[in-house]
């Protein structure tokens, strides 16, 4: 079964940190681009961030970066998010999702179904 499942969500102060992890099962996470997106409660799911298969530093949207970082173990065919300096307006879903290459911080040609994804809630 071709699955990617997200976890590591929580509960946080502004200003704090968390790492979403995503498990790969059925395939080889690093034979593929992969996205991380967020979806705030209310709006529509976003692309915040993209690693292509080749790896490197990755590509963020502007409301994230310098704060997230992507990065992607090839041993343990799981990829994460670490979250920093978190601020309430980055609450919400977070998804995993896998394609063939990063448009900039958007994954392009999904291949997964969506998963259940990973609640962040960033609240005092």
């Known amino acids: 079964q071709l699955q990617l499942v997200e976890s590591g969500g929580g509960l946080v102060q502004p200003g704090g940190s968390l790492r979403l992890s995503c498990v790969a099962s059925g395939f080889t996470l690093a034979d593929h681009a992969i996205g991380w997106y967020h979806q705030a409660p209310g709006k529509e799911r976003e692309g915040i961030s993209c690693?292509?298969?080749?790896?490197?530093?990755?590509y963020y949207a502007d409301s994230v970066k310098g704060r997230f970082t992507i990065s992607r173990d090839t041993a343990r065919n799981t990829a994460y998010l670490q979250m920093n300096s978190l601020k309430p307006e980055d609450t919400g879903v977070y998804f995993c999702?896998?394609?063939?290459?990063?448009?900039?911080?958007?994954?392009?040609?999904?291949?997964?179904?969506w998963g259940e994804g990973a609640l962040v809630t960033v609240s005092s």
């Open positions: 690693l292509s298969a080749s790896g490197g530093t990755g």
């Open positions: 999702q896998r394609g063939y290459v990063c448009y900039d911080h958007v994954v392009g040609y999904p291949m997964n179904d």
